[in-house]
Nanobody, 114 residues
């Protein structure tokens, strides 16, 4: 069962921007707080941004002020606008419920070159 599908990753230079998209299963989208997570090579997956069903948001300190999470209720979509990207933001990015459900999606790779 596919719960989410992420897209929008790519290769970008330091200081650049990307917008990630995630389409979620209807029941998940309407029931759960949703979040973006990322996993860098050799590191654990961490949560970086969340948005509640009411649209309240919260961010990890290391992306606060650079990233913005949003949702489109009509399309069951969640977005992550990423600005001022740094090489340290290089990772595979995932969206999921909070707390996360299985299976995870494939994620979308973001690579930031210096």
């Amino acid at each position: 069962q596919v719960l989410v599908v992420e897209s929008g990753g790519g290769l970008v230079q330091s200081g650049g921007s990307l917008r990630l998209s995630c389409v979620a299963n209807e029941s998940i989208f309407s029931t759960y707080t949703l979040g973006w997570y990322r996993q860098a090579p050799g590191k654990q997956r961490v949560m970086i941004a969340v948005i509640t069903t009411r649209g309240n948001t919260n961010y990890a300190d290391f992306v606060k002020g650079r990233f913005a999470i949003s949702r489109d209720n009509a399309k069951h979509m969640v977005y992550l606008q990423m600005n001022s990207l740094k090489p340290g933001d290089t990772a595979n990015y995932y969206c999921n419920a909070v707390p996360p459900l299985t299976p995870w999606g494939q994620g979308t790779q973001v690579t930031v070159s210096s």
